[in-house]
């Protein structure tokens, strides 16, 4: 059964630098989203990216984060100079984009900690 | 505003007793009602979804929901909880537009197993 992937499973960072969290989102689908959870928290949207755009962002998605998709199968999302606060486990999810299947499948997660 | 509550953050079972997790949604529209499940360290996995049609849903791992419009909810049960069952549960509600469909999900409900 297709999954989603996401690389590195663990990141540590020293405050200030940047990170890029890759995922290989199911092919064929069409719909990507960035969602995080800070440790003991709520799963919140971060950012969706369709046609090759963001379709949406959260307030907590400032300039600091951006998205791409580069290659037609990696989606990646990057944190220029993470603060403290960026650590959290940071989900991508995809979905197909059929009316009626809306279902978004997740990725293992990425957990990053920002020293 | 949208939203979603589970009102128990932690529930605790015997292994063989019933299950019930609450969740509550608040959305203009008609919704469309995920759970999911969240082993220790691990990724989120789709239990069920609701989006139309019959109101009582079965998922994966002997679970089931009922979507109830007039209590706004969407209770997740299982009539004998095993030990593996141990684990965080999310009920979420995708906000649907053309270009995004993001989640918003509750903040959880931590199930405990005793043996």
């Known amino acids: 059964e297709p999954e989603v992937t996401q690389t590195p499973s663990h990141q540590v960072t020293q405050m200030g630098q940047e990170v890029i969290l890759r995922c290989v989102p199911i092919s064929n689908h069409l719909y990507f989203y960035w969602y995080r959870q800070i440790l003991g928290q709520k799963v919140e949207f971060l950012v969706s990216f369709y046609n090759n755009e963001i379709s949406e962002k959260s307030e907590i998605f400032d300039d600091q984060f951006s998205v791409e998709r580069p290659d037609g199968s990696n989606f990646t999302l990057k944190i220029r100079s993470t603060k403290l606060e960026d650590s959290a486990m940071y989900f991508c999810a995809s979905h197909p984009g059929l009316a009626g299947e809306e279902t978004q499948y997740f990725g293992p997660g990425t957990r990053l900690l920002v020293l | 505003a949208q939203s979603v509550t589970q009102p128990d953050i932690h529930i605790t079972v015997s292994e063989g007793a019933s299950l019930e997790l609450r969740c509550n949604y608040s959305?203009?529209?008609?919704?469309?009602l995920f759970w999911y499940v969240q082993s220790p360290g691990q990724g989120l996995q789709l239990l069920l979804k609701y989006f139309s049609g019959d109101t009582l849903v079965q998922g994966i791992k002997g679970f089931e929901a009922e979507f109830k419009r007039s209590q706004s909810s969407f209770n997740l049960r299982k009539p004998s909880v095993h030990w593996s069952d141990a684990a965080e549960y999310f009920c979420?509600?995708?906000?649907?537009?053309?270009?995004?469909?993001?989640?918003?999900f509750g903040t959880g409900t931590r199930l405990q197993v005793f043996p």
């Open positions: 959305y203009g529209a008609t919704p469309y």
């Open positions: 979420a509600v995708a906000l649907l537009s053309y270009n995004t469909d993001k989640l918003i």
